[in-house]
């Protein structure tokens, strides 16, 4: 073989490889793999991430030992820039947290630290932040950090993606428990816009050309829409503001409680058959296509629902 790989890990199951062992490396990366390993996912376990930061990086060649000048030379040491361990300046991975210590750029790709400075042996509710790594697979510089910081007694963290699309965020994370309940009150909640959509559908096409002129059109005729749908739209608004407001405040606080629970149900389960590693990439990771099932359900449901309510 003529590509070293000592030192490296295999990015499914994480045991580190061996020039004897049966490989195979990514065309697009060139990432080595555990044939079995890489047989069982079916692809690269860096599939989702070619082309950005958290991709593929291959190791930085060693360089030559510096020794400081004078009878009594010594080793030059320096510190790891993630946990602080004392290495010898030719040292490329910290022999304490198993980071690389050089920043390199490999074309648009630039190093960026999976653990988001968390070291891999923390314990986070139970669990070794390593274990959590494996299991959030996408992103993991952002939620390890946060779920470190919520472990050390911070309540509140904020989520965007959970904010602006709680009921495709929390099914793209697999907590379809929750991606439920909060599709379930987006629904809901925008159940109140009925009476008011039914009296705008009676309006003119003129007055449904634009925004500004549908405001005026409806400036013009409150007495004749009434005061309850006007009430009933506004407290549509404004719950609906609340459940997004909800669901980025407990977004990472579910998402950790939910990574946790099933990252102990798969170390205390029997699963000699399966790497726990693989267990836990399978159990993990991400769904898009669950994602926008969620988008598409609620949307789905709303219009079902403002349809039969036309037939009324």
């Not at 593929?56 to 009594?72: I, L, Q, S, T, W």
């Amino acid at each position: 073989m003529g590509i070293s790989v000592e030192g490296q890990k295999c990015p499914v199951c994480g045991a580190y490889l061996f020039d004897n062992d049966d490989l195979v490396f990514c065309p697009e990366c060139g990432a080595p793999h555990h044939r079995d390993c890489y047989e069982a996912i079916g692809h690269c376990a860096y599939k989702d991430k070619h082309g950005t930061s958290e991709g593929y990086m291959p190791p930085v060649k060693a360089e030559p030992k510096v020794e400081a000048e004078g009878p009594n030379q010594q080793q030059i040491t320096k510190r790891c820039r993630f946990c602080g361990e004392e290495l010898s300046l030719n040292e490329e991975v910290c022999h304490r947290c198993g980071r690389p210590q050089s920043a390199q750029q490999f074309g648009a790709n630039v190093f960026v630290d999976p653990m988001g400075g968390v070291l891999p042996n923390e314990d986070i509710d139970g669990v070794v932040a390593e274990d959590l790594r494996r299991y959030v697979a996408v992103n993991t510089p952002r939620y390890l950090p946060r779920f470190k910081a919520m472990n050390q007694g911070k309540k509140r963290s904020w989520n965007w993606a959970a904010f602006l699309i709680p009921n495709v965020w929390f099914f793209y994370r697999k907590m379809y428990l929750p991606g439920v309940l909060f599709s379930l009150l987006l629904i809901t909640v925008t159940l109140f816009l009925l009476p008011l959509s039914a009296v705008v559908s009676t309006f003119p096409q003129e007055a449904l050309s634009s925004t500004v002129r549908l405001a005026q059109y409806l400036a013009q005729n409150i007495e004749k829409i009434g005061a309850l749908p006007l009430i009933l739209a506004a407290l549509s608004g404004v719950l609906e503001l609340v459940v997004r407001i909800v669901a980025g405040l407990t977004g990472d606080k579910l998402y950790k409680k939910s990574a946790v629970q099933n990252i102990k149900k798969i170390k205390e389960s029997d699963t000699e058959d399966v790497p726990v590693e693989l267990a836990l990439a399978r159990k993990g990771g991400v769904n898009p296509l669950m994602g926008i099932v969620g988008l598409l359900a609620v949307d789905f449901v709303l219009e079902w629902i403002a349809a039969f309510y036309t037939l009324l």
